[in-house]
C-alpha cells in the first residue's frame, strides 16, 4: 500500500511543473466564462473534466521521454502497482480538477446573480454531473490502456478520437431527437430510467464500474507485455 501511495505522489509530483500560474488562470477563466453563459454550475465541471482528461497524459508521457518505465523494470516494481497507481491518479486528478473549477463557478454564479439558490443548483447539477462524469469516464477508460499498450507518443492520437466518438454520438442524438425523433425503442428505454431515478444512478455506477475495471485488466495486460 505504501509503494501505490508512492507512486501516486510521483505522478503527481512529474504532473506540478505544468500547473502554471498562466495555466490556471486560462483554465479558471474558461470554467467561469461557461458557467455564466449556460448559468449551469454542470457545464463548469463538464471543463474540469475535459481538462482532466486532456492531462491525464502527462505522467506518461515523461515516463516515456525520461525512459522512467525501463527504471521501474530495474529496481523491480511490480507493473500491477504501476497500473494500479494510474487509474487512482486519474481519478484523483479528476476530482481535483472538478472542486477547482466548480468552486471558482460557484463564486462568479454568486457574484453575478445567476446562483439559484442550494436546492435548486444541486438539482441542476446532479445529473449533469452524472452524465458528463460517465462520458468523460469511458473517454479516459480509452485512452489509459492505449497509453500503456503504445506508450504516449505512438497514442497520443486517441487523446483526441474519443472526443470525436463523443461529439458524433451527440450529434446522432440531437439531430435524431429534432428530426423524426428517437426509435421508440429507445424512447422507452429513456423514459423509463429517467422515471425512475434510483435505478438510473445505480446502473450509471454499475456501468460505470464495469468499464473502469474491463479498461484496467486490458492496461494491465498491455503493460505486462511490454518490454523496457
Not at 461557461?34 to 486532456?54: D, F, P, R, Y
Not at 506518461?60 to 494500479?84: M, P, Q, S, W
Request: glycine letters at 8%; a positive charge; charged letters at 10%.
Amino acid at each position: 500500500m505504501s509503494n501505490l501511495s508512492a507512486f501516486v505522489k510521483l505522478d503527481f509530483m512529474t504532473f506540478k511543473p505544468y500547473f502554471t500560474a498562466k495555466n490556471m488562470l486560462t483554465y479558471i477563466v474558461l470554467a467561469v466564462f461557461v458557467a455564466i453563459m449556460s448559468k449551469n454550475i454542470g457545464s463548469a465541471i463538464g471543463i474540469g473534466l475535459m481538462l482532466a482528461t486532456l492531462n491525464i497524459g502527462y505522467p506518461f508521457a515523461l515516463g516515456e521521454k525520461c525512459n522512467i518505465d525501463a527504471l521501474y523494470a530495474t529496481l523491480g516494481a511490480d507493473r500491477k502497482t504501476v497500473v494500479k497507481g494510474r487509474y487512482i491518479f486519474a481519478l484523483l486528478f479528476n476530482g481535483c480538477a472538478v472542486v477547482f473549477v466548480t468552486v471558482f463557478s460557484l463564486i462568479a454564479l454568486t457574484l453575478t446573480g445567476f446562483f439559484g439558490g442550494f436546492e435548486g443548483v444541486l438539482s441542476e447539477t446532479l445529473g449533469a454531473a452524472l452524465a458528463i462524469g460517465a462520458l468523460f469516464l469511458i473517454i479516459q477508460s480509452i485512452q489509459i490502456p492505449m497509453f500503456f499498450k503504445f506508450g504516449y507518443t505512438k497514442a497520443r492520437f486517441f487523446i483526441i478520437l474519443p472526443f470525436f466518438l463523443f461529439f458524433a454520438v451527440v450529434a446522432f442524438f440531437v439531430m435524431n431527437a429534432q428530426g423524426s425523433g428517437m426509435p421508440e425503442g429507445v424512447n422507452a428505454f429513456v423514459l423509463y430510467f429517467v422515471s425512475n431515478g434510483l435505478v438510473l444512478v445505480a446502473a450509471i455506477i454499475a456501468f460505470l464500474a464495469a468499464v473502469i475495471l474491463v479498461s484496467y485488466k486490458l492496461s494491465l495486460a498491455f503493460y505486462n507485455k511490454r518490454e523496457f
